[in-house]
């Protein structure tokens, strides 16, 4: 069952990073002639997600499909990003999924799992791979704050999950994503060989 618009979780993608270990921005890599951060938008929209935002800080980014926020403290770490994306969600948000930009592998099915998850009442899913939790992140509204409270330095909301494993639920996405992040041009070498 479809939920209506505007009972849709959000879509948070966080691609403000500068990529200094890959000569450039993240959010600009392409594969197969896509962009991460329109294979990001695109990922979140399929999973269930609306609207999308998209917070950017070291390079401009126009995204179509996708309300841009810039980020002028990106220098700052991941957490100046989350709490950028946080405060631009429109009033009434229920939900937000929060990705990276760096984690391609991450696919509509992994953010679909999340947002039934949320449906079922969870109001802090995880995804997880072989049981270990990791990205991306669905937080319902009413833990907005803390987890911007929490948001510092490159951690994002880490430190709440980890005070609070009451509220998580871990959902298994191991069987349809992958969590690892394209930090080197190894990295992306090695993702390109295995994307079919």
């Known amino acids: 069952m479809m939920m209506r618009h505007g ?49 950017t ?26 709490r950028a994306g946080l405060a631009a969600l429109p009033p009434g948000c229920p939900a937000v999924v929060v990705a990276l930009v760096d984690q391609p592998g991450v696919t509509a099915a992994a953010v679909g799992r999340l947002v039934a998850a949320h449906r079922d009442g969870a109001s802090i899913a995880v995804a ?26 490159d951690r994002g909301a880490r430190d709440l999950l980890r005070a609070h494993p009451e509220l998580v639920t871990l959902v298994e996405c191991g069987d349809v994503a992958s969590p690892d992040d394209i930090d080197t041009p190894a990295d992306l070498i090695a993702y390109e060989s295995f994307e079919p």
């Open 7 to 55: 009972d849709s979780p959000a879509g948070l993608l966080l691609a403000a990073g500068a990529g200094r270990r890959l000569g450039g921005p993240k959010a600009l890599l392409e594969v197969a002639g896509e962009r991460f951060v329109d294979r990001g938008v695109r990922t979140l929209r399929d999973g269930g997600c609306a609207p999308v935002l998209v917070v």
């Open 57 to 82: 800080g070291a390079a401009p980014v126009e995204v179509i499909g996708a309300v841009v926020v810039p980020n002028p403290d990106w220098r700052d770490g991941m957490g100046s990003s989350l």
């Open 128 to 153: 997880a791979y072989g049981g270990a939790p990791r990205n991306p992140v669905l937080f319902a509204k009413e833990h907005f704050a803390a987890a911007a409270e929490a948001a510092t330095g």
